[in-house]
């Protein structure tokens, strides 16, 4: 009895020894193969074993877990979770590429923009030089036109101070200015009566003028007679005539060369005063002598053509 | 000797049954495994998975229900199994929302970085 007992017993041992080699057996299922390829995967990747080592170790345990599991169930449930756990280190791995390519991008970004402000500055200074260049170039030009102003303005000082000189130096022959040039008139009372001969008190005025024009060589002389309305034109243009050319005659004297003056009688052209009073054809009786403007001819600057 | 050695051989074998019986079978409803599981879900959501890891996060909510359901139903075992398939999916949600977000991030970069140089070029084509 105890012996059949015995046997018995160790038949359901035997029975349950063989439901667990049974299970070990069902190992070989759809689910850990899975989960052992997805690992696989997982770590055929070299950067997953680098970036992600923990949670490829946690899948490799769980999957060794699910290899020694001897239940169906629960080398499912261990499959199941050793395959997520592969895939999560993957994702894992894939994340910290990404981020790596991000950090990368980021700074390339960044070296461009600063690149792309290095460029803007310098084209920002070189407009800024030409620009200066062209400012400086301007001032330049308007440096130099003001010198050039300044000296036309002493120039015309220059000139006006001439002027002024000459009429302070023979201001008895009440010098004027007009378009014609500088006019000095001789009048009536310097020359003898119906005479062409200077008297005395025309000697000063003349050195004067004389001393002025030989300070002023560019510059030439008309001498023009002029009569009142007594007397025939013939005899008063031949008055008028000779008493320019004894005026010429006289600068002549004082070192003025001919060459430089022009004489002519106008007669009684030209009259200055009305020839009805006595002190009206006093005034007509002169000698009107015309500084021309530097560079221009006397022989060219006459009144028209002479009347008869 | 030969009754001892089966006498062995027994309680060998009815001690590794108990044991793989006690191993499947839980005492006790789940309660760390369904917190991990929440809380994996959780982590998973507020990194954006629902937007960028859809399809993952759908199987971990519906992993988590079905354990939710198995404990109402005294099943602890399969509550177990659930919360536990239902907390790995998270985590996966999570990291794949993780690295769709970084992706996304470094494809914007490479698009910005493209318009940046055509924008050189062109300013340098026009000042020629």
Redesign the interface.
């Known amino acids: 009895m105890r012996q059949r007992t015995?046997t018995g017993?160790?038949w359901?041992?035997?029975c349950?020894?063989g439901?667990?080699v049974a299970g070990c057996a069902a190992k070989e299922n759809k689910a850990l193969d899975q989960a052992r390829a997805t690992y696989a995967q997982a770590q055929s990747r070299p950067n997953v074993a680098a970036d992600a080592p923990l949670a490829l170790r946690d899948a490799a345990d769980t999957l060794r877990q699910a290899e020694q599991a001897?239940?169906e169930?629960?080398i499912n449930?261990l499959s199941?979770?050793a395959q997520?756990?592969a895939?999560?280190a993957i994702?894992?791995a894939?994340?910290e590429e990404?981020?790596k390519?991000?950090t990368r991008?980021?700074q390339?970004?960044q070296q461009?923009?600063l690149q792309?402000r290095e460029?803007e500055a310098e084209?920002a200074r070189q407009l800024a030089q030409s620009r200066e260049e062209k400012l400086k170039s301007a001032k330049e030009t308007a440096e130099m036109r003001a010198r050039e102003a300044e000296v036309a303005q002493a120039r015309a000082a220059q000139a006006n101070k001439e002027i002024a000189q000459l009429q302070s130096q023979i201001s008895e022959l009440k010098a004027r200015q007009t378009e014609r040039g500088i006019v000095l008139t001789l009048g009536d009372v310097l020359f003898a009566f119906n005479k062409a001969k200077l008297l005395a008190g025309a000697q000063r005025s003349l050195a004067r003028l004389a001393e002025f024009l030989r300070e002023h060589p560019d510059r030439q002389v008309r001498i023009e007679g002029y009569t009142d309305n007594v007397g025939s034109q013939q005899y008063n243009k031949r008055l008028s005539g000779r008493r320019a050319k004894a005026v010429a005659k006289a600068l002549q004297a004082r070192g003025i060369p001919a060459d430089r003056m022009f004489t002519v009688g106008y007669g009684k052209q030209y009259p200055i005063a009305s020839n009805k009073t006595p002190g009206g054809r006093q005034l007509n009786r002169r000698v009107e002598i015309v500084i021309l403007n530097p560079g221009e001819k006397a022989s060219q600057h006459g009144r028209g053509a002479p009347a008869k | 000797m030969r009754?001892r050695c089966?006498?062995t051989?027994?309680l060998?074998?009815?001690g590794?049954?108990l044991a793989?019986l006690a191993?499947?079978a839980g005492k006790g409803p789940p309660k760390a495994s369904m917190a991990l599981a929440d809380k994996a879900i959780n982590q998973a959501q507020e990194n954006d998975a629902a937007s960028y890891a859809p399809v993952e996060m759908q199987t971990a909510q519906q992993e988590m229900q079905a354990a939710r359901t198995a404990l109402d139903h005294g099943k602890y075992d399969e509550a177990r199994?659930q919360a536990?398939?239902a907390e790995?999916?998270a985590?996966?949600a999570e990291?794949?929302s993780?690295?769709a977000q970084?992706?996304k991030?470094?494809k914007e970069?490479?698009e910005?970085?493209a318009t940046?140089?055509q924008e050189?070029e062109r300013r340098q084509n026009m000042?020629k």
Do not use: M, N, P, W
Request: glycine letters at 6%; hydrophobic letters at 40%.
């Open positions: 015995d017993l160790k359901v041992a035997a349950l020894a439901l667990l001897h239940e169930e629960k449930q199941y979770l997520r756990k895939q999560i994702a894992l894939e994340r990404a981020q390519e991000a991008l980021g390339e970004k461009i923009l792309s460029t084209r | 009754t089966g006498r051989v027994f060998l074998g009815l590794l049954a793989g191993g499947c199994r536990q398939r790995v999916d985590r996966l990291a794949r993780r690295t970084t992706r991030i470094t970069l490479q910005s970085i940046l140089r050189i000042q």
